[in-house]
């Protein structure tokens, strides 16, 4: 039975506990499903359309390899982001429950709270961040628009000057209004964001073009590697790099998941999202960005400063609400929906998918994001003790889903707190799933930390792909007599 309001329509969960039950947490109906291929795609756009991409894009070709390799090493990381999505978002699909309610399925319905608790905490500080980001292209808006209101960044109020707190509070206001209105105008948002930056980034491409002529496409824009092992090498590296690069969402793709149509609508939209869209960008990220080294002297990799040195204020004004909005649109899709439902999870019955939001957004700023990233010792602390976290609740989740369950769910058992219900395990929480978590997230964050404090050589990235498989060949481990078990309910 579905329930019937003015939000995403959802189903009834007969007898469902209120600690785990809410219309937000509820599966969504078959008729609130709406999110067919392109609204996938411009989901993916929409996160890799963003000043923060446009960089992680661009720096690839900054790695020593030549044109070509840095393309096949793209195409293999992507290809790789491509399954694993498949992967984590049909649990979602098929049942349209999110990801806190996933977790259930491994950790316990208590034990989800934990994880969800991980991921929210990696949301909100990006998300705060991200917001910083949008309002420094606020702040050069105002400044093109009104020359004088420069006069207001001379002084600093708890780190931040007069004019870039009002950038600042402006993006966090604008983007909550948004945020706030429902899953439904945030699809309809996020079709707006992704096509409409990729106007602009062909724009500049043209304009580039138009500068320099063709003698300006390179794909390669730093010195090769010096031998063919240390080539293979930094090939091997940028390809985990994408991988880790789509960490976050590779753990809750499923809250967008749980929206879509059917299973072949999410496939081709993140095929044409992830691969097909990647690649494109990156393309024309590395035309943009090999053009600026002759037009400018110097190869810029942030788009909101090309724009600013092109001079014209029509360009610079179109260009910066532009990178407003394509941050806004990342941070829907990496940071906002995540935490808003992981916060909701928390305590159901209190706490809805808006209130979450709004807790969300009043962390952000506590944060103090733009001393956060001001910091490179607290954000290498905080990628290494939180970001490789992910990992092994990734591989744990899939291998409890794929090997130990079998993909049967019992979808009224996610929702219950009786002891013989299949997710109460031990008191709500699943022992196995927390042994495999401590064992593999010890491994990648302590290698993560002795590698970025110089104890060892550094793993970068290959800490998520460590945490992840150890995570899930220990949860397969301990959970191996319970694999072979019937369940005893219907699995829906």
């Given at each position: 039975?579905?329930?019937?309001?003015?939000?995403?329509?959802?189903?009834?969960?007969?007898?469902?506990?209120?600690?785990?039950?809410?219309?937000?947490?509820?599966?969504?109906?078959?008729?609130?499903?709406?999110?067919?291929?392109?609204?996938?795609?411009?989901?993916?756009?929409?996160?890799?359309?963003?000043?923060?991409g446009y960089t992680?894009?661009?720096?690839?070709?900054?790695?020593g390899l030549t044109?070509?390799?840095?393309?096949?090493?793209?195409?293999?990381?992507?290809?790789?982001?491509?399954?694993?999505?498949?992967?984590?978002?049909?649990?979602?699909?098929?049942?349209?429950?999110?990801?806190?309610?996933?977790?259930?399925?491994?950790?316990?319905?208590?034990?989800?709270?934990?994880?969800?608790?991980?991921?929210?905490?990696?949301?909100?500080?990006?998300?705060?961040?991200?917001?910083?980001?949008?309002?420094?292209?606020?702040?050069?808006?105002?400044?093109?628009?009104?020359?004088?209101?420069?006069?207001?960044?001379?002084?600093?109020?708890?780190?931040?000057?007069?004019?870039?707190?009002?950038?600042?509070?402006?993006?966090?206001?604008?983007?909550?209004?948004?945020?706030?209105?429902?899953?439904?105008?945030?699809?309809?948002?996020?079709?707006?964001?992704?096509?409409?930056?990729?106007?602009?980034?062909?724009?500049?491409?043209?304009?580039?073009?138009?500068?320099?002529?063709?003698?300006?496409?390179?794909?390669?824009?730093?010195?090769?590697?010096?031998?063919?092992?240390?080539?293979?090498?930094?090939?091997?590296?940028?390809?985990?790099?994408?991988?880790?690069?789509?960490?976050?969402?590779?753990?809750?793709?499923?809250?967008?998941?749980?929206?879509?149509?059917?299973?072949?609508?999410?496939?081709?939209?993140?095929?044409?999202?992830?691969?097909?869209?990647?690649?494109?960008?990156?393309?024309?990220?590395?035309?943009?960005?090999?053009?600026?080294?002759?037009?400018?002297?110097?190869?810029?990799?942030?788009?909101?400063?090309?724009?600013?040195?092109?001079?014209?204020?029509?360009?610079?004004?179109?260009?910066?609400?532009?990178?407003?909005?394509?941050?806004?649109?990342?941070?829907?899709?990496?940071?906002?929906?995540?935490?808003?439902?992981?916060?909701?999870?928390?305590?159901?019955?209190?706490?809805?998918?808006?209130?979450?939001?709004?807790?969300?957004?009043?962390?952000?700023?506590?944060?103090?994001?733009?001393?956060?990233?001001?910091?490179?010792?607290?954000?290498?602390?905080?990628?290494?003790?939180?970001?490789?976290?992910?990992?092994?609740?990734?591989?744990?989740?899939?291998?409890?889903?794929?090997?130990?369950?079998?993909?049967?769910?019992?979808?009224?058992?996610?929702?219950?707190?009786?002891?013989?219900?299949?997710y109460h395990f031990?008191?709500?929480?699943?022992?196995?799933?927390?042994?495999?978590?401590?064992?593999?997230?010890?491994?990648?964050?302590?290698?993560?930390?002795?590698?970025?404090?110089?104890?060892?050589?550094?793993?970068?990235?290959?800490?998520?792909?460590?945490?992840?498989?150890?995570?899930?060949?220990?949860?397969?481990?301990?959970?191996?007599?319970?694999?072979?078990?019937?369940?005893?309910?219907?699995?829906?």
């Amino acid at each position: 039975m579905a329930s019937q309001t003015r939000q995403v329509p959802t189903l009834v969960i007969t007898g469902a506990h209120p600690r785990l039950f809410n219309h937000d947490l509820a599966p969504t109906a078959p008729e609130g499903r709406t999110w067919g291929v392109f609204s996938l795609f411009a989901m993916w756009m929409s996160d890799v359309h963003s000043v923060g991409g446009y960089t992680f894009a661009a720096s690839l070709f900054f790695l020593g390899l030549t044109g070509w390799q840095v393309l096949i090493s793209m195409l293999l990381g992507i290809t790789a982001v491509y399954f694993l999505m498949n992967l984590i978002g049909r649990p979602s699909l098929r049942h349209g429950i999110p990801f806190p309610v996933v977790a259930r399925l491994s950790f316990g319905v208590m034990g989800a709270n934990l994880a969800a608790m991980v991921r929210g905490v990696v949301g909100i500080v990006w998300y705060g961040v991200q917001t910083y980001f949008a309002s420094k292209a606020v702040q050069v808006l105002i400044v093109t628009l009104a020359p004088s209101a420069a006069s207001l960044t001379h002084n600093s109020i708890a780190g931040l000057s007069s004019l870039a707190w009002f950038s600042f509070l402006f993006m966090w206001c604008f983007q909550l209004l948004i945020f706030l209105s429902g899953m439904e105008r945030i699809r309809r948002f996020i079709d707006f964001c992704g096509p409409v930056v990729y106007l602009v980034m062909f724009a500049m491409a043209i304009w580039i073009l138009w500068q320099t002529g063709f003698s300006s496409l390179s794909l390669q824009l730093s010195p090769p590697a010096a031998s063919r092992t240390a080539t293979i090498g930094v090939m091997a590296n940028a390809a985990m790099l994408i991988v880790a690069y789509f960490s976050a969402l590779l753990l809750n793709f499923g809250d967008f998941a749980r929206f879509g149509k059917n299973q072949a609508a999410m496939k081709m939209g993140n095929f044409l999202g992830l691969p097909v869209n990647f690649l494109v960008f990156s393309v024309i990220t590395v035309i943009v960005t090999a053009g600026t080294l002759k037009v400018f002297g110097q190869a810029i990799t942030d788009p909101i400063l090309i724009v600013q040195k092109i001079g014209n204020p029509i360009v610079v004004i179109v260009g910066s609400i532009t990178f407003i909005v394509a941050t806004m649109g990342i941070n829907i899709v990496a940071n906002f929906v995540s935490p808003a439902y992981d916060i909701s999870n928390l305590s159901p019955e209190h706490i809805s998918f808006r209130l979450g939001g709004l807790i969300t957004s009043i962390l952000s700023v506590l944060v103090c994001p733009w001393l956060f990233v001001a910091s490179p010792g607290a954000i290498t602390l905080f990628v290494s003790i939180f970001g490789s976290a992910l990992g092994p609740m990734f591989g744990i989740m899939i291998a409890d889903y794929y090997l130990v369950k079998r993909q049967a769910v019992t979808v009224d058992d996610l929702y219950s707190m009786a002891p013989q219900a299949r997710y109460h395990f031990d008191g709500g929480w699943n022992p196995k799933a927390l042994i495999a978590l401590a064992i593999s997230a010890t491994l990648s964050i302590g290698l993560s930390l002795l590698g970025a404090y110089g104890a060892m050589f550094n793993v970068g990235d290959w800490g998520w792909l460590i945490g992840a498989g150890v995570g899930a060949v220990a949860y397969r481990g301990l959970s191996r007599p319970a694999a072979q078990l019937i369940p005893t309910r219907a699995s829906v």
